[in-house]
């Protein structure tokens, strides 16, 4: 709201239906576990982990937010606005999607810490989904905004999402079918 106060809808709450599913399925496992073994519910070093995934993604996530700033937008844009620039620096600059890894940390850091062992891997293979399908999407379209600028980016700095296919690396033969 701070950078884009126009984009500002009821959507920007994220308050979406599998959002809410999320949150249900995860306050189910943490409330039965607590009832059929309270033991697994107290604290642990694994718990500490889970603060600290959850405090990292949270940073990260923020700083891209405030690095980014109006280049930050909820949703993808599929087509340069004037105020929109590429953006390189500052946490960028270790990952070239820091919004979404510290989203991917966040949730899954907010499983470990309640010691929610299914909703721990739902969450990761949910998050993993997502990005594996929105990546290479927002990639493709930022190549058409910045072309070569974006793929030297890309080719310096990693995404850290593992197994996410990038257009960006894809060669030009790659795209033609096998004689
Ligand atoms: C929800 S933001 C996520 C940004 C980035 N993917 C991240 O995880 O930090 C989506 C918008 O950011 C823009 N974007 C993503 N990477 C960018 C970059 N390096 N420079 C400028 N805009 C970027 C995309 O065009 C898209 O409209």
């Keep these: 709201w701070i950078f884009n106060p126009s984009d ?10 599998h959002y809410c599913l999320a949150m249900g399925l995860a306050l189910s496992e943490y409330f039965c576990e ?3 073994a309270p033991g697994w519910k107290r604290p642990s070093p694994v718990m ?10 949270e940073a990260l996530r923020k700083a891209a937010i405030l690095t980014a700033g109006p280049s930050f ?3 993808v844009k599929t087509h340069r606005r004037p105020h929109h620039h590429l953006v390189t620096r500052g946490v960028y600059r270790l990952c070239r999607h820091p919004g979404y890894l510290g989203w991917t940390l966040w949730c899954v850091g907010t499983q470990v810490l309640l010691r929610n062992v299914v909703c721990s891997a739902v969450f990761a293979a949910w998050s993993w989904k997502f990005f594996a399908h929105r990546i290479p999407y927002e990639e493709t379209l930022l190549l058409e905004m910045f072309g070569e600028r974006y793929r ?13 296919e990038s257009p960006c690396e894809r060669t030009e ?7």
Excluded at 9 to 17: E, G, K, Q, V
């Design 8 to 17: 500002l809808s009821r959507d920007s709450w994220l308050f979406s239906r």
């Design 34 to 36: 607590r009832a059929l």
């Design 48 to 57: 500490w982990a889970g603060l600290l995934l959850v405090l990292l993604g």
């Design 73 to 75: 937008t909820l949703d």
């Design 152 to 164: 030297d980016y890309a080719a310096k700095t990693r995404l850290w999402l593992p197994f996410i």
């Design 173 to 179: 033969h790659s795209e033609w079918p096998d004689l």
